[in-house]
């Protein structure tokens, strides 16, 4: 099942930037996420105990970027897809994050990136055959 939860626009100000002057301040970030995950529980229970609750996600989120504090979008941008795989029930993740003051002349910059939690049957290794 190919179900999605998403989040737009999630505004956060927070410390990113590779440059000292960008370490000085605070900067606005936007953050877009689709998350992949089966609701057909959720759905036949009518359960929020069965869903990805969005609120939850867009609290982790923030808070992440403030610990973090990286220096780079991308590296935050993979920060936050590890933690939301490893601690939501999706299989996947479509993560932007812009950075909308970062060049004058642009609406928005930043990065998507998208993660796949690894299936259980990937983290096994195959038995060396050699002799």
């Known amino acids: 099942m190919s179900d999605i939860v998403f989040i737009q626009g999630l505004q ?3 410390l990113i930037g590779v440059y ?4 000085a301040i605070k900067q606005q970030l936007i953050i877009d996420a689709e998350m992949v995950c089966d609701m057909s529980r959720a759905i036949l229970d009518d359960d929020v105990a ?3 609750n969005y609120k939850t996600v867009c609290e982790d989120m923030e808070r992440l970027c403030h610990e973090i504090q990286a220096e780079l979008i991308e590296t935050l941008a993979d920060k936050i897809a590890e933690y939301v795989l490893t601690h939501y029930p999706c299989s996947q993740i479509a993560l932007t994050i812009h950075k909308p003051n970062a060049i004058k002349q642009a609406a928005s910059v930043g990065v998507k990136i ?6 259980a049957t990937s983290k096994h290794t195959q038995p060396n055959t050699t002799p």
């Open 12 to 14: 956060i100000n927070t």
């Open 20 to 23: 000292s002057w960008e370490r």
């Open 50 to 52: 069965h869903v990805i």
């Open 114 to 119: 998208v993660r796949t939690k690894p299936s």
